[in-house]
């Protein structure tokens, strides 16, 4: 019998396609060129309010924080709402309302709609890069904060379906896009691990079998069968590389890597045919991209992000109860609570090693 993992795993499987269309967008529209940013990644208003604190839950009229201060609710049009489950909501008009009302204090954007069910077509997760600062991780240095609002702290706007997404997955993962994988290691998975040992949020196996003839089996702790974009949302933590690209842990920590040349799947869940298996020292990686910098000993450890939960009207009590609860767990530095069933929230998946807050406190408001 199949444990409760191998179902997770077989899911992720099952739902690969979607994944792979969805989270390819990240890379779409960025022309690492001579200017060296994106041409295109993916109406100002004084606040009237602006001397006061966070007890003044209205910023304006539909644009509101929630009275735990960890995320807050702009109401849309129902028209622009629907932009948001259907692919074409405006991640940069969002962020641009946002900095009318906030300072330039937020790493990342967390744009989440209230849907009941995953909508038909969509991705789970997409993440809109809006600079990358780090050297040495397979992509160049640029910076179009500024199309944002930002006046240069905003890394990434995420954008997901529903705010169930936050427990679940693919929070996890759309963060850890920030980082990766943009060329840190060759992939036939535009944007992810694909068919490597990696064996982390992007996808991968951490350990393989070699069952002859060119034919091979790819596990994930313990279980057959892996995904090539994701390995069943927040239930696996980072892996090496992926903590190393984070900036977690130092080069002399980082493991070697077994990428597949020419792969091909089979029928068979978690079976695939290679050419070969090529190894990849951490020398051969540092080698390919140069060093990390900054390195793990000035790298940042402590995120913070703006939750702009996006609805047609005002939230139900059960959402803001889960939403809250959900947020509570996933920045704790500690496990996260019975509720959560074993997933892994940030402090968690990070091994300790880095936090995250959602507090919205009294000098992030202009």
């Known amino acids: 019998m199949r444990s409760f993992k191998s179902y997770i795993h077989l899911f992720t499987f099952l739902f690969l396609s979607i994944l792979i269309l969805s989270c390819s967008k990240e890379e779409s529209g960025i022309d690492e060129s001579a200017q060296g940013m994106p041409d295109s990644d993916e109406e100002v208003v004084d606040n009237p309010n602006n001397t006061d604190t966070p007890d003044t839950l209205t910023l304006e009229a539909g644009f509101t924080i929630d009275d735990e ?54 991705y789970f997760g997409l993440s809109t890069p809006a600079k990358n600062e780090i050297q040495g991780l397979g992509r160049n240095v640029w910076n179009n904060t500024a199309a944002f609002g930002s006046a240069g702290k905003l ?137 990390r910098v900054p390195s793990s000993e000035n790298a940042q450890t402590e995120f913070n992000a703006l939750v702009v939960v996006v609805s047609t009207d005002n939230l139900s009590q059960e959402k803001i109860d889960t939403l809250n609860s959900n947020l509570e767990n996933f920045a704790v530095k500690s496990d996260p609570n019975d509720s959560w069933g074993g997933l892994f929230n940030f402090w968690k998946a990070t091994l300790g090693k880095a936090s995250f807050s959602f507090d919205i406190a009294n000098e992030h408001l202009k």
């Open 155 to 291: 890394k990434t706007v995420i954008h997901m379906p529903r705010v169930e997404y936050i427990r679940n997955g693919p929070f996890l993962h759309e963060i850890l896009h920030y980082w990766s994988n943009h060329g840190l290691i060759p992939t036939t998975a535009g944007g992810h691990w694909g068919y490597s040992s990696v064996g982390g949020q992007l996808g991968g196996f951490d350990e393989i079998e070699d069952l002859g003839g060119n034919t091979y089996r790819g596990l994930v702790d313990g279980e057959v069968g892996f995904g090539l974009v994701a390995n069943g949302g927040n239930s696996v933590p980072y892996s090496n590389l992926e903590l190393y690209a984070m900036g977690l842990i130092d080069a002399d920590e980082l493991e070697a890597v077994t990428v597949a040349e020419n792969p091909s799947s089979t029928s068979e869940f978690g079976v695939f045919t290679a050419d070969a298996i090529n190894v990849l020292t951490p020398e051969d990686i540092i080698a390919e991209n140069g060093a």
């Open 69 to 122: 201060q960890m995320f807050t609710n702009l109401i849309l049009s129902e028209s622009e709402y629907n932009k948001f489950i259907t692919d074409e909501g405006d991640m940069q008009m969002v962020s641009n309302k946002v900095y009318e009302y906030f300072n330039d204090e937020y790493d990342f954007i967390i744009i989440l709609n209230v849907e009941d069910s995953q909508p038909d077509g969509l």
